[in-house]
């Protein structure tokens, strides 16, 4: 089981950004899959693409890719820091593939069967939560 505000976070974080470097007339796509042992979600998209050399960086806290594009959509340079650390969290990977004028695919696999320490701690503060309540 996984934290699924964590996860909402997660793929939210990659869809907006396929979308904000991907022009108008490009296509963002999302494909669920799962093997035996493991869940796995791409986010594809035909946008501007990542230079070989900024994709080992832009996992990185406050790394941005240096163009006219990412200096006007704003942000802080934290979305993909955050989704690393979500994916990990569930014990999981995050890889990006992407050529420049063609796209991006960030592909997560999440072990399935796999409890996060997140979502415990949550249902761990649920149950104090609920047995603190008194019926009458």
């Not at 904000?20 to 042992?37: K, R």
Request: no cysteine; glycine share 10%.
């Amino acid at each position: 089981m996984g934290d699924e505000e964590q996860f909402y976070r997660l793929i939210s974080n990659l869809i907006i950004n396929a979308i904000q470097y991907t022009p108008a007339e490009g296509q963002v796509t999302v494909v669920l899959d799962h093997s035996d042992h493991q869940a796995l979600i791409q986010i594809q998209d035909t946008g501007i693409g990542i230079a070989p050399s900024e994709q080992t960086q832009i996992f990185d806290r406050f790394y941005r890719v240096n163009s006219d594009r990412s200096r006007h959509t704003g942000g802080s340079g934290l979305g993909l820091a955050i989704a690393k650390a979500i994916v990990q969290a569930h014990q999981g990977g995050l890889q990006v593939h992407s050529e420049l004028g063609k796209g991006s695919t960030f592909t997560i696999r999440l072990p399935l069967g796999v409890t996060s320490p997140l979502y415990k701690e949550r249902q761990k503060a649920e149950s104090r939560r609920q047995k603190g309540r008194k019926t009458f």
